[in-house]
Antibody
Framework: QVQLVQSGDDMKERGASLTVSCKAS????????VNWVRQAPGRGLEWVGW????????MYAQHLQGRVTMTADISTSSVFMELRSLRSDDTAVYYC????????????????????WGQGTTVTVSS | DIQMTQSPSSLSASVGEAVTITCRAS??????LNWYQQKPGKVPKLLIY???SLQSGVPSRFSGSGSGTYFTLTISSLQPEDFATYFC?????????FGRGTNVEIK
């Protein structure tokens, strides 16, 4: 079945770097882009960025620009999110989520949604 | 960035009741609106995409409507497994943005 499996929970010190991996199975990685979304304790969902697994280019949340890099490795069907210069407010559960384009209506207009999610990786940044 | 405003932030309802959650976008987003359900400690789950299309396997008591800047999610008859937090999200452009969520609790 289609699934995304993320790397395990991690604890880092402030200022360190973190890499979370997300391995896709049950589908071809390059057929769909992948979003990263995070959720701080007791808070809502925050979009971190998106990577085109076909072309390799990525878009990031503006407030994380310069600290985050997303990459894809087609040979292992995996995407990676690196976050540098970690701060206390980076403490969150990080999710990868496949972005699927649904074709809707007679005109088959494309609408994107995050249809498959990884299990989440809890990242704790200690001061 | 497009801001998504959900209301109410929380509501209490009984099993069998109908509930409606609203989501407003800060600018027109056509029908590019998705709804997700998240239970405590669990992964978000896609319920509805493109405003009103039910994701495969989602019960028909869930429905969505709207366009432009105003959208609703309705649960026609609340079931015990529906108590959760619901988020709207726009896919009109990047950055993708979510509403702050509506927590549906048992009355």
């Amino acid at each position: 079945q289609v699934q995304l499996v993320q790397s395990g929970d991690d604890m880092k010190e402030r200022g360190a770097s973190l890499t979370v991996s997300c391995k896709a199975s049950g589908y071809t990685l390059t057929d769909h882009g992948v979003n990263w979304v995070r959720q701080a304790p007791g808070r809502g969902l925050e979009w971190v960025g998106w990577i085109s697994t076909h072309y390799g280019h990525a878009m990031y949340a503006q407030h994380l620009q310069g600290r985050v890099t997303m990459t894809a490795d087609i040979s292992t069907s995996s995407v990676f999110m690196e976050l540098r210069s970690l701060r206390s407010d980076d403490t969150a559960v990080y999710y990868c989520a496949r972005e699927r384009t649904f074709r809707v209506g007679p005109a088959e207009i494309g609408y994107s949604a995050m249809d498959v999610w990884g299990q989440g990786t809890t990242v704790t940044v200690s001061s | 960035d497009i801001q998504m405003t959900q209301s109410p932030s929380s509501l209490s309802a009984s099993v069998g009741e109908a509930v409606t959650i609203t989501c407003r976008a800060s600018q027109p987003i056509s029908y590019y609106l998705n709804w997700y359900q998240q239970k405590p400690g669990k992964v978000p789950k896609l319920l509805i995409y493109a405003t009103s299309s039910l994701q495969s396997g989602v019960p028909s008591r869930f429905s969505g409507s709207g366009s432009g800047t105003y959208f609703t999610l309705t649960i026609s008859s609340l079931q015990p497994e529906d108590f959760a937090t619901y988020f709207c999200q726009q896919s009109y452009n990047s950055p993708r943005t979510f509403g702050r969520g509506t927590n549906v609790e048992i009355k």
